[in-house]
């Protein structure tokens, strides 16, 4: 978690549209729960409409 969160850090530091999601019980990755993996790829799905297709974003991932 160390190395994500120092990540994360310097992309705001650049002002990198970015955001860093946490989920209870996972290693690494987001496949314990079928749950998480689902919300996992809405969220990247949301992502990508938002920052490279520059459609607007409808997709909504309540946080865990």
């Not at 549209?17 to 946490?22: D, L, Q, V």
């Not at 919300?39 to 991932?61: C, E, I, N, S």
Request: proline fraction near 8%.
């Amino acid at each position: 978690m160390p190395q994500t969160e120092q990540f994360y850090s310097a992309l705001k530091l650049l002002k990198v549209p970015t955001a860093m999601i946490r989920f209870n019980n996972e290693a690494h990755g987001t496949t314990s729960t079928p749950s998480n993996f689902v919300r996992t790829q809405l969220y990247l799905r949301h992502w990508f409409d938002k920052y490279t297709r520059g459609a607007p974003a409808t997709t909504t991932v309540a946080p865990q």
